[in-house]
């Protein structure tokens, strides 16, 4: 068997999944609220879960599982719906939360493992990230377990450094949120990007 490995072609989805793991998306919003409010070292069940969910989706994807969307379009329909859904839900939680650490709202509750991966399922950026995936970058290796070994080793390890990054930002910000209502001026600015990332999604 053939499993000749394309580099430039790996290397060029290794930049694609880090770029795509560290955007702004639902994921990283909660573990930004996360390390706001627990610290960096909370958020290890979102991250496990983030991977769980996501390779799951991904290896349907490599088996072909996922082209039985094109056979039910209202599948898909209803997928987009919900992700859409969520992250309304979610800008909605955001916009609502107050000007106090001491409050914990119910975004930053610490989500279980099994919560962060059924997430994923109605997180419209891993879907984008799952198809742009399955269609620019299935050629880097003929060697169906190299490459699902592949995808799934740099998703993982982009998405964990990821989710940590970004509670670790929130940790670092902690004190400076404190002063006067910038928490409530931060959570509506980040509620409002969630908003608006659902807005695009419903015209896409």
């Known amino acids: ?12 989805f290794a930049w694609f999944a880090w770029v795509g ?4 998306g639902p994921n990283c919003s909660l573990a930004l609220a996360l390390g706001i409010h627990h610290g960096p070292r909370s958020v290890w069940r979102h991250a496990l879960g983030i991977c769980l969910g996501l390779g799951i989706l991904m290896m349907l994807g490599l088996l072909g599982t996922l082209d039985l969307l094109q056979r039910w379009p209202l599948a898909g329909v209803a997928l987009k719906a919900a992700g859409i859904a969520y992250l309304v839900w979610l800008g909605w939680q955001f916009l609502r939360a107050g000007a106090s650490l001491d409050e914990e709202p119910g975004y930053v509750r610490r989500p ?4 962060s991966a059924l997430m994923q399922v109605s997180n419209p950026k891993a879907w984008l990230l799952i198809t742009g995936t399955l269609g620019a970058y299935q050629g880097m290796t003929s060697s169906f377990w190299l490459k699902a070994a592949l995808i799934l080793g740099t998703f993982w390890a982009c998405v964990i450094t990821a989710v940590y990054i970004w509670a670790w930002l929130g940790s670092s910000i902690r004190n400076w949120l ?27």
Not at 3 to 9: A, S
Not at 21 to 24: E, F, L, Q
Not at 112 to 115: A, D, F, T, W, Y
Not at 185 to 198: I, P
């Open 1 to 12: 068997m053939n499993t000749t490995l394309n580099l430039p072609l790996y290397l060029a």
């Open 21 to 24: 793991s560290i955007t702004p």
């Open 112 to 115: 279980s493992i099994l919560g």
């Open 178 to 204: 404190q002063v006067g209502r910038r928490l409530q001026t931060f959570n509506r600015l980040l509620g409002l990007s969630l908003l608006a990332t659902a807005a695009w999604l419903v015209g896409q």
